[in-house]
T-cell receptor, first 111, second 109 residues
Framework: NAGVTQTPKFQVLKTGQSMTLQCAQD?????MYWYRQDPGMGLRLIYY???????DKGEVPNGYNVSRLNKREFSLRLESAAPSQTSVYFC??????????FGNGTRLTVT | AQRVTQPEKLLSVFKGAPVELKCNYS??????LFWYVQYSRQRLQLLLR??SRESIKGFTADLNKGETSFHLKKPFAQEEDSAMYYC???????????FGGGTRLMVKP
């Protein structure tokens, strides 16, 4: 039981490049989330998926897209990276009465 | 709209001193409140939730609906308590969590 697994752990992109952050959970949770963590800003919700097949915008969705591929996987895509997207990205999942489980995070730098 | 405010970005105390990390919220319904902690180089993890009314690692938090607060307290801080603490509120579809800006607690020897 690995919990929430995120890949990659680190990534450096040039402005305009694209990439996909992968997230998978093995806890059979219905809801999954993508947050970004910035100094002084806390954790801000980018997108979430309340259940398989649904996705909704969070607080800061601009510049991102998501795909809930199946119940286990929820990916975050940056089509054209910008320096403002330099951040640490966390995937999380929740189900039933369980607390929110976080992945280890992806540290992304856009130059 | 739901909002969580943690007024202190940094709180520095000496070992053995009492600690209170403040959290205020705004939410129109009945909220569920949480404290999450992130130790250095580790993932975020749940510290406690108000519905459990439990004490974890000596920390407690009481939901005060009148003051819309959920402050985290510990009577005697330890060096290993040094970490980033996030207050969070659950509400809306899909158990969406809204986080405060976080407070970095530094416990000095």
């Amino acid at each position: 039981n690995a919990g929430v697994t995120q890949t990659p752990k680190f990534q450096v992109l040039k402005t305009g490049q694209s990439m996909t952050l992968q997230c998978a959970q093995d806890m059979n949770h219905n809801s999954m989330y993508w947050y970004r963590q910035d100094p002084g800003m806390g954790l801000r919700l980018i997108y979430y998926s309340a259940s398989e097949g649904t996705t909704d915008k969070g607080e800061v969705p601009n510049g991102y897209n998501v795909s809930r591929l199946n119940k286990r996987e929820f990916s975050l895509r940056l089509e054209s990276a910008a320096p403002s997207q330099t951040s640490v990205y966390f995937c999380a999942s929740i189900g039933g009465n369980s607390p929110l489980h976080f992945g280890n995070g992806t540290r992304l730098t856009v130059t | 709209a739901q909002r969580v405010t943690q007024p202190e970005k940094l709180l520095s105390v000496f070992k053995g001193a009492p600690v209170e990390l403040k959290c205020n919220y705004s939410y129109s319904g009945s909220p569920e409140l949480f404290w999450y902690v992130q130790y250095s180089r580790q993932r975020l993890q749940l510290l406690l939730r108000h519905i459990s009314r439990e004490s974890i690692k000596g920390f407690t938090a009481d939901l005060n609906k009148g003051e819309t607060s959920f402050h985290l307290k510990k009577p005697f801080a330890q060096e290993e308590d040094s970490a980033m603490y996030y207050c969070a509120l659950s509400g809306g579809a899909g158990n969406m969590l809204t986080f405060g800006g976080g407070t970095r607690l530094m416990v000095k020897p």
